[in-house]
């Protein structure tokens, strides 16, 4: 931290410095209330400006204080707040580039602010789980309007200034810095308002709304269809409505109270778990961030199929050449075909100008032959997931790619040892795994492989980051973290059946819990042929290995999923409703009768917990292998690739919040099912651990 005080000509400039965003940690809050301080006590000093280096004015709180002391360790930022309202001088704010949580609420305690257009304002606390706990949903309605403000608050979506400086009425800005700095442009009006009493204060305005009851009542009803599993939406319409109809005092009480009990509500440890996980999961243990990066100015994707056409756009849309290789200009025309339909489906909802749509194209090249490839610096497989196909791919890349480009394959469960072996390079090569549809999904895996160098870990990381994905890094396993997981899910939803439920009723149960597609609907969006694919490799493999023979049977009768309009569910063209299927519940009946089982009623909360608790095991065991380095990067692949419901943090955070102790004696009762697999729901030793030492996994 950099403290920056300097007094120009009779105005103090106080200026926040703690990279990257000037969060409010108690080291900068007792900066900001020392340096108000000396200002104040200066008879030389008429004036005060308030501004953050770097590249914004302040990004809020800094929330790795939550649950410490140093959170509520004075001064907090209502102190702060007060000693700048209350001020015998006037206090300005010169914003720029980012305000939000926090740094917004700071921001509204002084008597007046001036921005740069562009800065992006924001009180995100609802997607912490939270509320502004620093008199955001008192002042924010005060200044912009009650409609204005709430739908700020319950969104969390950040606007530019000059958006909000344009509204009507608006009080929230003083003045739009279009030209020169918005320091000196705070100076002059700290000089020119130097004289002026009594200075403005927020907490003197007035919020009002025409018909209020009636529209917090409409603001709570939509929340509560739209948002049924979050408490934070509700207890912002509760404090911003307080706004309005009661004092000020009495409304910031009624904010501390509801930041208060949010804060200890499973959804804002989840949604707080979240938020750190993702930003965890971009730093590489034993990769320094300050190792060199390869520059990667040109891309080659190998196979313009869904998946080489989805990733090829994650790089056009980062303004990134990419070139593609296809066996045939047949299927050329075809991949990019799909490509243009994609991009003009957003022009046509105004998504996307058309003007941005045909830059995106004009980036594109393609390629029957492999020697066009060779100034790329990334080059990306996507073909068919077979082993000898990927050889030969990676062969012919090796003989043509210049040296120091990665070559990166996109399988999503082969061995990348064995993939790095096919060439005499092997330090470049690298897992990349994306999700389904690749262009839409956020999810990426970075697998690494035992001779991956570290500058290309580097290097891909950031790539990453370029175009948008969270990037978790994965040791090399079959399925990596997420396939080899799901694949114990899967697993399980097959037992449910053989033992008495309807894929429906599966899937029902877990989406119910909250994800956003049951095992069967997605087996039938992915592709049930891929799976079958898997488990014919399986039997091979791991003979010992138990599954139901549900999803072979059927697989063997076509029932391949949506692309085929027919799968665990039938289909209608241009639709994805699912609708199930009679024959499909005949065949999983026939087959449990020619196993002798006699169905059984099984409970909602007995398929959640085994879908759930397969993966936690699983988990479990990957982290004891060392594929994933900590709990989180599980729970960031389940949040960003697999719909996981996020206010329950991913399967490693579910587990400890239901307790280890309970997720063992579960898995223990599970085990007991002579139908299921005795030796899978032994649980794995880092549970059995963690609970004897009384430790999470999170």
């Known amino acids: 931290m950099s403290e920056r005080y300097e007094v120009r000509d009779g105005v103090a400039v106080i200026t926040m410095d703690t990279p990257p965003v000037n969060s409010l940690g108690l080291a900068n809050r007792r900066f900001i209330a020392g340096a108000m301080q000396r200002a104040l006590a200066d008879a030389a000093v008429h004036a005060v400006v308030l501004t953050g280096a770097g590249r914004g004015f302040c990004g809020g709180a800094d929330i790795r204080e939550f649950g410490f002391p140093e959170a509520m360790a004075q001064p907090h930022l209502l102190n702060l707040i007060d000693l700048i309202e209350q001020a015998g001088k006037p206090v300005v704010a010169a914003i720029h580039g980012v305000v939000m949580g926090g740094g917004l609420e700071l921001a509204m305690g002084c ?315 092997p330090q470049d090569v690298v897992g990349l795994h994306f999700f389904s549809p690749a262009n839409v999904m956020k999810l990426l895996e970075v697998v690494r492989g035992a001779k991956t160098a570290k500058d290309v870990m580097a290097t891909v990381m950031a790539v990453a980051k370029t175009i948008k994905k969270v990037a978790v890094v994965s040791g090399v396993c079959d399925g990596f973290i997420g396939n080899r997981m799901i694949e114990q899910y899967g697993r399980q939803a097959g037992f449910l059946l053989d033992e008495g439920c309807t894929p429906a009723q599966v899937d029902r149960a877990i989406e119910k819990f909250g994800f956003a597609m049951g095992p069967f609907r997605m087996g039938d969006l992915a592709g049930n042929d891929i799976g079958w694919a898997i488990r014919k490799r399986r039997y091979q493999e791991k003979p010992d290995m138990k599954y139901s023979k549900t999803a072979d049977l059927l697989c063997e009768r076509g029932r391949f999923g949506q692309k085929v309009g027919k799968g665990w569910y039938d289909y209608v063209p241009g639709k994805r409703d699912a609708i199930p299927n009679a024959e499909v519940e005949q065949m999983i009946a026939e087959h449990r009768q020619a196993l002798g089982i006699k169905p059984r009623k099984i409970s909602d909360e007995e398929i959640v917990q085994r879908l759930v608790l397969a993966l936690v095991n699983e988990g479990a065991r990957i982290l004891e292998d060392g594929i994933a380095s900590k709990a989180s990067d599980i729970d960031m692949v389940y949040l960003t690739g697999y719909g996981f419901p996020a206010w329950r943090g991913g399967p490693m955070c579910y587990a400890d919040t239901v307790g280890l102790f309970e997720v063992i004696e579960r898995m223990r009762r599970f085990a007991a099912n002579p139908l299921d697999d005795a030796a899978f729901w032994q649980p794995a030793p880092l549970l059995v651990q963690l609970l004897a030492q009384g430790k999470t996994l999170t």
Do not use: W
């Open 111 to 425: 008597h007046y602010r001036v921005v740069t257009p562009g800065t992006q304002v924001a009180l995100p606390e609802v997607k912490l789980g939270l509320l502004p706990g620093g008199s955001g949903t008192q002042r924010l309605p005060r200044l912009l309007g009650v409609e204005t403000a709430l739908n700020m608050i319950v969104t969390g979506v950040a606007m530019p200034a000059e958006r909000l400086a344009a509204q009507p009425g608006q009080r929230l800005f003083d003045r739009l810095v279009e030209q020169g700095d918005v320091v000196d442009a705070a100076v002059a009006l700290a000089r020119e308002v130097a004289q002026r009493r009594p200075l403005p204060r927020v907490r003197d305005l007035r919020a009002s709304h025409p018909n209020p009851d009636g529209y917090f009542q409409f603001a709570r009803n939509t929340l509560k269809a739209s948002q049924p599993h979050y408490p934070a939406p509700l207890r912002n319409v509760d404090c911003v409505e307080m706004a309005v109809q009661a004092a000020y005092d009495e409304g910031l009480a009624e904010e501390h109270a509801g930041f208060m009990a949010l804060l200890d509500t499973p959804q804002s440890k989840a949604l707080r778990h979240a938020f750190f996980g993702e930003r965890a999961a971009a730093k590489i243990p034993d990769v320094p961030e300050d190792t060199p990066k390869r520059k990667i100015e040109r891309v080659a994707v190998i196979g313009a199929g869904t998946m080489g056409g989805g990733i090829s756009m994650n790089f056009l849309n980062a303004g990134i050449p990419v070139t593609i290789l296809e066996m045939s200009q047949e299927a050329i025309d075809r991949g990019v075909g799909v490509m243009r339909k994609n991009y003009e489906a957003q022009v046509k909802k105004g998504k996307l100008k058309q003007d941005k749509y045909e830059q995106r194209m004009a980036l594109l090249t393609t390629t029957t032959s492999y020697d066009d490839l060779k100034d790329a610096d990334l080059v990306i497989e996507a073909v068919f997931e077979e082993l000898g196909v990927k050889e030969k791919v990676f062969r012919q890349l090796d003989a043509v790619m210049k040296p120091g480009a990665i070559l990166a394959s996109n399988t999503s469960t082969l061995d990348v040892d064995k993939i790095a072996a096919f060439t005499q390079r």
